[in-house]
């Protein structure tokens, strides 16, 4: 159990806002001590640490309070305990991409890729930093070019860690990307690599693929599951599409869904949660059983 101020510290949350999420959304629920502390127990500090990521990229607090209470009722590991957390500048995206400084850029790359694991980076520093650009480029402080500036050089960061992760020979297929007309490939090409990362044989298919491309390529590979993202809610109804095409083809093959909107889409959809190394883990483990 953990006092408020030692939740705040774990959490990255300060006292205040802690306070107010379990006031005003009902995030957690602490229990008192017998001298009348507050004191939150490790599920508590997932709940909070799994709303500050969707905070952070963009999500409104009641959204998000929904959203992991919701993940939790239908038994998705929301985030992992954030004690192994690293600390970057998530505003850094955001300024190199105002001035398109190539140099600054691959030095703020090389900074954060070296604060830890490659999920430990992309779960707690990149993802955050790239919903600041996204949120610098909506305000209209970084143009479009700067953001598109910024994403592809990470795209290529993302592509060598993906290539780094050697290829397996052994482990089950899964076949992972984006459904038709959807475009935004930095999540689920960060998933891609952690799969690899963690022993299975990933297909990457990157973005726009048809839902007939799909069972095409289920077929081919012979995979036994499939992974895609829902980073937009524009991207809903053609994931559903995709899912219901491929559980319709292959019953037996398992379609996980990541991503911002992944709780939207329903039907035979997995959702993974919104913590990539978790989530990759987790489902390696399971199909390696």
Known sequence: MYTVGRAA??????????????????????????????????????????????????????????????????GVDVMPLPAAAVRG???????????????????????????????????????????????????????????????????RRLAASFDAAGRSVTGPCVVVGLARGCRHELGVLAFAAALRRAGLTVVYVGGDLPPEEWVRTVRAREAVAAVLGVPTPDDVPAVRETVQAVSTAYPRVAVHVGGGYQSEVGGAARPLGHAIGVASLQLADSLSH
């Open 9 to 74: 510290e774990l959490t990255g949350i300060s006292p205040d806002t802690l306070r107010m999420w379990q006031r005003r959304y009902g995030v957690v629920e602490p229990v008192r001590s017998k001298g009348g502390y507050r004191l939150y127990d490790d599920p508590a500090l997932r709940r909070l640490a799994a709303m500050k990521s969707l905070v952070d990229a963009g999500w409104g607090p009641r959204e998000a309070a929904r959203r992991v209470v919701s993940d939790e009722v239908r």
């Open 89 to 155: 500048d998530t505003a850094a995206l955001a300024r190199v991409g105002r001035d398109f400084n190539g140099p600054a850029l691959d030095a703020v790359l090389d900074d954060g890729f070296a604060l830890g694991s490659f999920e430990q980076v992309v779960d707690s520093w990149l993802m955050p930093a790239l919903a600041q650009l996204g949120a610098a480029w909506r305000d209209g402080s970084v143009s479009v070019a700067g953001e598109h500036f910024v994403s592809a050089a990470v795209q």
